[in-house]
């Protein structure tokens, strides 16, 4: 068990292990962030979660930065270690690789990625 000290911190970022994911390299796009955190000396300023599915397995391996509220999808190692340069080392989300990003609006599609299915439905009459 472990409490982290997150003030100061700038970036969550969270790297989804779902099956779907996992099935997908999950686990070596977790390792990628981790060790690129650490060679860029950020493991300060970032704080990484594993999490279970967070329902967009079309678009595995799905990665998740807040602040932003920056959703990517298809993310492999290289696109991980990309994402840690670009995103969380010098502000500038890799704008290709969204499937959502938050607004003010709310969370907006980007690049046409999968839909989905609505979450809202009809009411039966
Ligand atoms: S397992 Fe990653 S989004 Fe479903």
Same mark, same amino acid.
């Given at each position: 068990?472990?409490?982290?000290?997150?003030? $100061?911190?700038?970036? *969550?970022?969270?790297?989804?292990? $779902?099956?779907?994911?996992?099935? %997908?390299? &999950?686990?070596?796009?977790?390792?990628?962030?981790?060790?690129?955190?650490?060679?860029?000396?950020?493991?300060?300023?970032? *704080?990484?979660?594993?999490?279970?599915?967070?329902?967009?397995?079309?678009?595995?391996?799905?990665?998740?930065?807040?602040?932003? $509220?920056?959703?990517?999808?298809?993310?492999?190692?290289?696109?991980?270690?990309?994402?840690? &340069?670009? *995103?969380?080392?010098?502000?500038?989300?890799?704008? *290709?690789?969204?499937?959502?990003?938050?607004?003010?609006?709310?969370?907006?599609?980007?690049?046409?990625?999968?839909? &989905?299915?609505? %979450?809202? %439905?009809?009411?039966?009459?």
């Amino acid at each position: 068990m472990t409490t982290w000290n997150l003030e $100061g911190n700038q970036h *969550h970022v969270l790297m989804c292990n $779902g099956s779907s994911c996992m099935r %997908k390299g &999950g686990e070596e796009v977790t390792q990628a962030i981790r060790e690129e955190i650490t060679a860029r000396n950020m493991d300060e300023v970032v *704080h990484t979660s594993r999490t279970r599915c967070n329902g967009r397995c079309k678009g595995a391996c799905v990665v998740i930065v807040y602040p932003e $509220g920056a959703w990517y999808e298809e993310v492999d190692v290289d696109l991980a270690r990309k994402i840690v &340069g670009e *995103h969380l080392e010098n502000g500038q989300v890799v704008e *290709h690789a969204l499937s959502y990003v938050t607004t003010e609006k709310g969370m907006e599609p980007r690049n046409n990625r999968t839909v &989905g299915i609505d %979450k809202v %439905k009809e009411p039966s009459c």
